[in-house]
């Protein structure tokens, strides 16, 4: 779970701050873009490098997702009955979110990937084969802006909480210190990640990326 | 005070329960919650119902045997045992729900009461020293850094009361085991089984059914001994040093 998921975190920090390429334009953009895929080149063949991170993409998904749901089921196995009352104050919201926020990214995920890599659907009809044009006219549209902000929030919640308990998971928050160390992490990387993400889109719905 | 209490009955480990209501009157401040649960079965005695059974020992916060859910926090909302948690810590008119701890591993004996044992099998299992019989060894034979002395000392006021189970969203047990890992961990006297002890103690969690920890931390809030989220990290560190050398 945790190894997984700080493979995940090392992602999604390299991926939003590629995204921020938007900002300097076409040219740059789908130059990053391609450069993706050359990256190694002659070593590695075209696209090489940029498969073995999805291979490992894929396995830390499937690993990630069969430790939750093993931790899913122990837990509704560990307590049948439900308590009439039960109040939890001790705890962040985050931390109470992790399953259906994780669901929510997964959901997401499937049609981020039909969207930008897989499918390249540009829902406003232009061209598929320009990475900064199917970008600029998929965040024109206002609905499709929306689920990006939605799962950015389940995103946000999920490293919030999800820093901090890799942390601990790996042992490494033994002191109050230690711990109160690793919750600011989580707040930190929650709104790099999140808010980093988050730029593209609004920027692009009003207005300032555009081509 | 006057106060509606609505309580879990039920009538045997398989029987079916529910939450039943009562008005009792009269309550003082001053009376502990178990006290009033007193009142109120010599109220239910009197006519002619068969009293709540719960648990308790000491009735002075240092045995753990007092196990009450209420109002939807484990012991209550102060942070102290059941049995030192005051009426006044509620106030007149107030409707009071009572549950037992709720855990698999925890089955319900009857009304209030759970069987806990299965925290005596994880101790079984491995959170104990060896030392030789006959006379007391001399205490200063053995020297303790004063820290790790101190880590010991607070983590050994755990009193294995449950209220971490009872609180924790996944039913996990992991702040009692890590509580029992670094008090032992920590003392000269704990390191021969150390490594052992972590991987056998962490089996016999699991295999009584206890959840899987995901550092909610709703059992260091609601624990009675103030036991700091630390101790599951140095459980989760002791793990993995002892799977990697082969335990
Ligand atoms: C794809 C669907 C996903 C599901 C169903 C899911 C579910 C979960 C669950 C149930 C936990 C355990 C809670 C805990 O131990 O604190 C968890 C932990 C975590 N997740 Fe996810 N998650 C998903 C995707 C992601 C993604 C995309 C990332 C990174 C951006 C991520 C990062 C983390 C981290 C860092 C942890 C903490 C590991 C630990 O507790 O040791 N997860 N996830
Ligand atoms: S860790 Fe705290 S709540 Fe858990 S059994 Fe020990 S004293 Fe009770
Ligand atoms: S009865 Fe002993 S701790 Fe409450």
Redesign the interface.
């Known amino acids: 779970m945790a190894s997984t998921g700080l493979v995940f975190i090392a992602f999604v920090l390299l991926h939003m701050y590629g995204n921020l390429h938007a900002f300097a334009g076409e040219e740059n953009f789908n130059e990053y873009a391609e450069h993706l895929r050359t990256i190694g080149e002659p070593m590695v063949p075209y696209g090489g490098v940029l498969w073995i991170i999805r291979i490992v993409l894929i396995v830390s998904l499937v690993a990630h997702v069969w430790s939750a749901s093993?931790?899913w089921r122990?837990?509704n196995?560990?307590?049948?009955?439900?308590?009439?009352?039960?109040?939890?104050?001790?705890?962040?919201l985050s931390?109470?979110t992790?399953r259906w926020g994780g669901v929510t990214i997964l959901l997401f995920l499937i049609w981020h990937l039909l969207e930008f890599t897989i499918g390249k659907v540009n829902v406003a009809g232009g061209a598929t084969n320009n990475p900064y044009e199917l970008l600029v006219d998929s965040f024109q549209v206002w609905w499709l802006t929306i689920i990006y902000l939605v799962a950015m929030v389940a995103l946000g919640l999920h490293l919030h909480?999800g820093t901090?308990?890799a942390?601990?998971?790996?042992?490494?928050?033994?002191?109050?210190m230690?711990?109160r160390r690793a919750k600011i992490a989580g707040w930190v990387v929650a709104v790099v990640i999140a808010g980093g993400f988050s730029l593209v889109p609004l920027f692009t719905l009003f207005g300032v990326i555009t081509y | 005070m006057r106060l509606t209490l609505k309580i879990w009955r039920q009538a045997n480990a398989t029987a079916d329960g529910s939450l039943k209501t009562y008005e009792l009157d009269g309550v003082s401040e001053d009376m502990s919650f178990l006290e009033m649960l007193d009142v109120l079965n010599e109220k239910l005695n009197t006519e002619g119902e068969d009293p709540v059974a719960f648990d308790h020992d000491c009735r002075e916060g240092i045995c753990g045997m007092c196990s009450l859910m209420i109002n939807g926090e484990a012991h209550g909302p102060e942070v102290t045992t059941t049995c030192q948690l005051h009426m006044r810590s509620f106030n007149d008119g107030d409707t009071i729900t009572i549950e037992p701890w709720r855990a698999g591993a925890f089955p319900i004996v009857k009304d209030l009461i759970v069987d806990r044992s299965a925290f005596d099998r994880i101790i079984a299992s491995g959170g104990f020293i060896s030392a030789n019989t006959g006379s007391a060894p001399e205490a200063n034979s053995v020297p303790a850094p004063r820290d790790k002395a101190m880590r010991a000392f607070n983590v050994a006021t755990c009193i294995g009361c449950g209220a971490c189970v009872a609180a924790c969203p996944n039913g996990s047990a992991s702040l009692f085991l890590g509580a029992k890992i670094t008090h032992l961990g920590e003392l000269p006297q704990g390191q021969p089984e150390r490594w052992d002890r972590v991987v056998s103690m962490v089996g016999q969690h699991d295999a009584e059914g206890f959840g899987g920890c995901t550092n909610i931390g709703e059992c260091a809030g609601a624990c009675p001994k103030e036991i700091p989220l630390d101790v599951i990290s140095q459980l989760n560190k002791d793990l993995r040093t002892a799977l990697k050398h082969g335990h």
């Open positions: 093993q931790l122990r837990s196995e560990a307590r049948r009955t439900r308590y009439a009352v039960k109040k939890n104050v001790h705890s962040s931390s109470r992790m909480h901090w308990s942390m601990q998971t790996l042992g490494f928050t033994g002191s109050p230690a711990r």
